[in-house]
């Protein structure tokens, strides 16, 4: 039987139409890959799931998580979309953006990483299904998440390319809108690309009534250049992101943003040495100031407590590689990095004298040392084996507070301040990830994956440098205050995979399950610190406890009658902590979707269910609420015209929630805005009510 080869981060993309994508083009013409399948817009390969924005009534990238199996997102408002990937999220989820691993200004996570660039702006946002490859980051201990912003092409012969994208739609839920416009020009060697994006909505209507502070406004810009040699050997790309997001509502958190402004630029380099030596370098660089607070879009409800917190977060990260051709695969030798430094103050704009150092000169530098091997060890066998040292440094500044009796001579917060103060807060922690994956073809188009991971994650600054009771938790929005812990112990997660692929002409079915220990799991727990507890009797501390998760997610489809397809997707993950009968906390519950499809290159139209069971298995420490299951009715369409002077062009129309069901989305965080119709504090926040969108793009 022929030799079979499986490159270990394939891909697929998912669209809501069919796409010209190309599968990526492998070497050595003797090996074969698992047969590609286009079925909803999918180029679908083993290992991991890359979706491609379409041309619905998205706007923010993180929403496309939700059309890969396992992944789901933790939403505190329209842009704050937190990513979740079987059960673990925020920082434990590495994202990176055109090789930036972005790091967030604001303290509560308001500018989540994948909030920078919007997803008329993406080209494709990836997924590693299952462990994620040493390689793939430094902390990946809950998976890893590519995002590849529109760049533009070469052109591949001496004629000037001059190619680009408008994207533009309109929701009535919200009555929201985004328009876009990207534009490249290229020769073979060169090519510069510029676009920007606006988006806006007012507060979304639901069955219940409107789910006010979730209004939004978004502007981002992009720019960039590229440079590759005749030969196309060695390839030079420099961009730079901008976001200017302005006054939108985050109704699960104790403020709202005000502005959150700042750039990235990118510098990569990817080279071929002598023909068979593979080298990569890359460079960011952020600099993004935040603001938020409780009153521009609350009103005076809470006028006697009025808020203002300035956040800031600047720094640069780093990564080489190099490829060497070793045995019947290829060894990977890097080294990566990133060093950032975070500030916030909090104030009150009614009192000069308050203020709050909460986070100063705050520091957390990371260094980490890989080295992967990937390759065949026998006739239809494929391994990958790779290790990873990672050394985390974190310090922080002192602290103060005042304006507020707690800060007076010997007070609860004068006494925090001061033991934090003086304790040790310069942390350095060793951390090693190791990965062995073993895959077995058993037929042209089915394949088994067998893997292990040992994978670990320092803690954030969160949950290290909260020096007072605060609700500054990354985004946990469970309406608690937290303190942190500088003593905390890194989180070491081992994690057993099992994969099955079978791709057939028409039809897949791609299931894995898998099992995680996590020793040191961090999360909150009722504090012993007496001098918080006179500040808040119900403040939690981030403790080290034990935890496991598992469970299933799938994918299966079947295309018949040439232009019919039904498509299937599936997620389920438990989580608890082993210590004590509890559960983990913010975890989706059982989640699915059943689609059925006309497709033809000019017609797409067809009705999809989403469905989401009830979620009764809540965390106790964080008096989490439970939800309802409910299922959900769409209807899309769309239509692209083939005649001559309209290829290109795309037209959308669909409905959303078509029955206008009332429900409540367990990963939306809980209720802080009074004035919300139908939704008391401390509720899960719903979901949208019926939404009729229509979208048009164009493609050159």
Excluded at 572 to 586: A, K, M, S
Aim: a negative charge.
């Amino acid at each position: 039987m022929q030799k079979l080869y499986l490159k270990t981060l394939a891909t697929c993309s998912i669209t809501a139409i069919i796409s010209p994508l190309q599968a990526a083009d492998l070497a050595d013409s003797d090996k074969a890959i698992l047969p590609t399948m286009f079925i909803e817009g999918q180029i679908l390969t083993p290992g991991t799931v890359g979706v491609k924005p379409d041309s619905g009534g998205i706007s923010d990238a993180a929403v496309l998580l939700h059309k890969v199996p396992g992944a789901n997102v933790n939403s505190n408002g329209p842009l704050t979309g937190i990513a979740q990937y079987r059960g673990l999220f925020g920082d434990r989820v590495n994202v990176i953006t055109d090789g930036a691993t972005y790091k967030s200004a604001c303290a509560n996570a308001m500018d989540a990483p994948l909030s920078h660039v919007p997803a008329v702006l993406t080209e494709t946002l990836t997924v590693k299904r299952g462990i994620a490859s040493v390689s793939s980051g430094i902390e990946t201990l809950g998976g890893n998440i590519v995002q590849k912003t529109r760049s533009g092409e070469f052109s591949e012969d001496d004629e000037i390319l001059f190619s680009g994208r408008t994207a533009n739609g309109y929701n009535s839920v919200n009555t929201g809108y985004y328009v876009s416009l990207f534009a490249n020009i290229a020769n073979q060697n060169h090519k510069i690309h510029g676009g920007g994006s606006r988006e806006a909505g007012e507060d979304f209507a639901w069955s219940g009534g409107v789910n006010r502070d979730t209004s939004h406004e978004r502007n981002v810009g992009t720019v960039g250049y590229g440079f590759q040699t005749d030969d196309q050997d060695h390839q030079f790309d420099i961009g730079y992101n901008y976001n200017d997001t302005h006054l939108s509502g985050t109704p699960s958190l104790p403020m709202d943003i005000v502005y959150s402004r700042g750039g990235v630029t990118n510098l990569n380099y990817n080279g071929l040495i002598a023909d068979k030596y593979a080298v990569t370098t890359e460079f960011s660089y952020q600099d993004i100031g935040h603001q938020m607070n409780n009153f521009s879009l609350r009103g005076d409800v809470l006028a006697p407590k009025r808020r203002v917190s300035d956040n800031t977060a600047e720094g640069f990260g780093y990564k080489s590689t190099f490829n060497i051709p070793l045995f019947d695969g290829g060894l990977l030798l890097g080294v990566d990095g990133d060093n950032i430094e975070h500030n916030a103050v909090i104030t009150n704009p009614s009192s000069d004298v308050f203020k709050i150092n909460n986070f100063n000169d705050v520091t957390r530098d990371r260094y980490g040392f890989f080295a992967e091997w990937t390759g065949d060890i026998a006739p239809d066998w494929a391994f990958e084996l790779g290790a990873r040292l990672n050394w985390i440094r974190m310090n922080a500044g002192t602290v103060s507070g005042a304006g507020a009796p707690i800060f007076a001579p010997g007070k609860s917060g004068t006494k925090l301040a001061a033991d934090f103060n003086a304790s040790d807060r310069l942390k350095n922690d060793v951390n090693l990830d190791v990965v062995a994956d073993l895959t077995y073809y058993l037929s042209p188009d089915m394949a088994v994956e067998l893997g292990f991971g040992r994978k670990t994650r320092s803690p954030s600054y969160q949950e290290r440098f909260l020096w007072m009771p605060l609700n500054a938790t990354g985004g946990l929005a469970d309406g608690r205050n937290y303190i942190g812990n500088v003593d905390l112990t890194p989180e070491t997660s081992y994690q057993v995979e099992l994969g099955f692929d079978w791709q057939g002409e028409a039809v897949y079915f791609t299931p894995r399950a898998f099992y995680r220990y996590v020793d040191n799991y961090i999360q909150g727990a009722p504090t012993q610190n007496q001098a918080a507890l006179a500040i808040d009797p119900t403040a939690l501390e981030f403790t080290n406890v034990n935890a496991q998760l598992y469970g299933v997610d799938m994918e299966a489809g079947y295309r018949f009658l040439e232009d019919w397809r039904v498509d299937f997707l599936l997620s389920y993950v438990r989580g608890e902590r082993t210590d004590i009968t509890d559960n983990l906390y913010r975890l989706a519950p059982v989640n699915g979707k059943v689609s059925f499809f006309y497709d033809t290159d000019e017609w797409l139209a067809g009705t999809e269910l989403v469905g989401y069971g009830k979620q009764d298995k809540t965390s106790e420490f964080n008096d989490e609420p439970p939800t309802a299951g409910y299922i959900l009715w769409n209807l899309r369409m769309q239509y692209r015209p083939q005649f001559k002077y309209a290829q290109g062009l795309q037209l959308g129309f669909g409905i959303e929630n078509l029955l206008d069901k009332g429900y409540r989305v367990h990963l939306n965080g809980l209720n802080r805005n009074p004035t919300n119709d139908g939704t008391a504090i401390g509720e899960h926040l719903p979901g949208p009510g019926r939404n009729f969108y229509a979208t048009v793009s164009y493609d050159w």
